[in-house]
């Protein structure tokens, strides 16, 4: 690994209560070319542009595919990941999918962890604050021709994140668009999916809504996934989400909600949910919660559902009965280090950069 | 519109004998930006790099649309550009689907012929040469959000091209993969839907096939496309087209291909090709002819289908007896001013900028 420490920082200029998320970069980035079918060293340097044309093929045919996790600083300022692993497993899934070559452990785990541990400082600290971390891997390669990359780039940035803290919102069940095609790349962090998502997404606000709840494409009877967070639905003790598959995204954040409900001894369903079902419960008073769960904010809360012309509403639950809310703290005192960890998720970042350089 | 002049032109060093396609670059590239709600300046420039920084929202979300056009130079030097009202349409098409800014009339097609004008010299000359350009959009900003990005780039890069001519290819019927959803994005030219059949097409590669004939996702029992292009059907005198959709790609080369063969006099049908159709006229000797369409090589003979496991040869005609054929000479006698131009498809590209340089 290549280390080239910023001559000119910025961290100064970080203020942790004031700053806008996703526009604030910290003062390095990770980046490793890949040419004559080989990754190159992997390089910490200091975030900034650099020169690609328009001809680029990454933006010419979407071969590009990314990752979004966190880390966290506990109040000793210890700063941990939580399960990295799985962002690196899925990153390849996606790389693969999109014939893209596979990131090593070394670039991914190591690059990750030097890149946290040179820019600790701007980890804010406090409840819900993190920094939230985004790798990806791009087709470099200057060519006007539809067909697979020969050079790509992978490369980790990271912005400090706010609380997660969200109101609850109104989410409209989709009836014509779809998020992901059978034998498509919706379960592939693709980056086309999300811009394929902005239309549709804007018409929903336009009608009064925050997100959209995908269906399934050929009938729209079947929750996939809500924005760009996998789903739950309680009805009356029971939790479902739908079974993860080609066309839904094996979330790191779903698989621990599973694991934790289960630890709490909640009945967990992993199967299909009918539309159908959720109305019909909606109707009949056994719908108790419904929501959206990633990485950026942990839980969203679902207040109503946009159907067909008609607004259901959900139950307002107090805090103390809702497992939504209960699961997402069980799964923030973990990350945080306010908790035991039973699973072992947690991953310290070692002090090892500052000292040595 | 600003021009910069290349002060350091490889037009030298291009043998049109010798080069090749999509990576050979032509001088100049045409660009643009969008920021605060508007679109500045046209610049027409010199070829090359910009700085983009990794946490550029094209390349995170995929928000990236494209065009695929050509310019034709005749025996006289006179140079051409074929129906770009229609890639100027289906551009904005595209951006509006993505939820990107649509581009004015004055930046696609001022901007198309200026960059043709300063770079005419680019163009080879002869049968089946001609110059590929490529209009782009695609998001600048750099942000780690998934949103509608609030900056853009409008770029026009080009390449010279080489005779079109392709041996008959063997394609695969898909019956897993797809390249688009109902209620996707399978109409617009969007950057994703290329990377996501990457791997399709590989993997057909591996079992002896050139391409796929893309069917719809939920039944696979329809046709949609071929490759990246438009796909046509001959059963005995009569040749048939998918209907353009939310999930096919409105062809230029399609649509001029629809509007010759009527001109002929050949029977055309738009309207749903079920597989099984297909496959009986095939069995039954009806099956004359498969093809596909579009700007790259016009036209793509089929040779075989492979289809569940079975490689079905399709008849070789001869060349006085194919429609595809037939169609494809009359196509390129109008595009490269061999022939009148009923249609008032030809655009011709005015010598402007040389002399007032
Ligand atoms: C489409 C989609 N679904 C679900 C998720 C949630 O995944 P995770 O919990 O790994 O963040 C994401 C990522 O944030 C996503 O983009
Ligand atoms: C998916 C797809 N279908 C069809 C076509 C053919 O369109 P056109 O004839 O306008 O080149 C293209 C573009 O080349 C394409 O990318």
Chains 1, 2 share one sequence.
């Not at 941990?80 to 692993?85: A, I, M, W, Y």
């Not at 009064?208 to 309680?234: C, K, L, P």
């Not at 139950?315 to 997402?328: G, M, R, T, V």
Request: net charge negative; charged share 25%; hydrophobic share 40%.
């Amino acid at each position: 690994m290549i280390i080239q420490k910023s001559t000119n920082p910025r961290i100064s200029t970080f203020d942790p209560d004031n700053f806008s998320f996703g526009n604030t970069f910290i003062d390095h980035m990770v980046i490793c070319e890949y040419e004559n079918g080989k990754w190159g060293d992997v390089k910490v340097m200091p975030y900034g542009g650099l020169p690609f044309s328009p001809a680029m093929m990454g933006v010419n045919y979407g071969q590009a595919c990314f990752e979004g996790m966190k880390a966290y600083k506990d109040p000793n300022g210890d700063v941990f990941l939580f399960r990295p692993e799985k962002n690196f497993e899925r990153i390849n899934k996606s790389a693969k999918r999109l014939a893209m070559p596979e990131v090593t452990e070394e670039m991914f785990l190591d690059g990750l962890k030097a890149l946290v541990d040179i820019d600790r400082a701007w980890i804010p600290q406090g409840e819900g604050m993190s920094l939230y971390i985004r790798p990806l891997i791009f087709a470099t390669e200057e060519a006007l021709k539809a067909r697979i990359s020969n050079k790509y780039m992978f490369a980790i940035v990271a912005t400090p994140a706010k609380s997660y803290y969200t109101e609850p919102v109104s989410v409209l069940i989709s009836d014509f668009y779809s998020r992901s095609a059978n034998g498509g790349v919706g379960s592939a962090k693709a980056a086309g999916n999300y811009a394929a998502s902005f239309y549709p997404t804007q018409l929903a606000i336009e009608q009064g809504y925050e997100q959209i709840i995908w269906t399934d494409d050929a009938t729209h009877e079947y929750f996939e996934e809500s924005g760009t967070m996998n789903v739950f639905v309680r009805i009356n003790d029971t939790i479902y989400t739908p079974p993860t598959s080609e066309k839904i995204l094996d979330g790191v954040t779903r698989d621990s909600f599973i694991q934790l409900a289960k630890k709490r001894g909640i009945e967990v369903k992993v199967e299909p949910i009918p539309v159908k079902t959720v109305i019909e419960a909606q109707k009949n008073g056994t719908l108790k919660e419904v929501w959206g769960v990633g990485t950026a904010v942990v839980t969203s809360v679902f207040q109503a559902l946009g159907y067909k012309g008609e607004k259901l509403m959900l139950p307002s639950l107090p805090a103390e009965e809702s497992f939504a809310l209960a699961l997402q703290k069980d799964l923030v005192n973990i990350q945080t280090n306010h908790a035991e960890d039973p699973f072992g998720w947690r991953v310290l970042v070692e002090k090892k950069i500052m000292e040595t350089a």
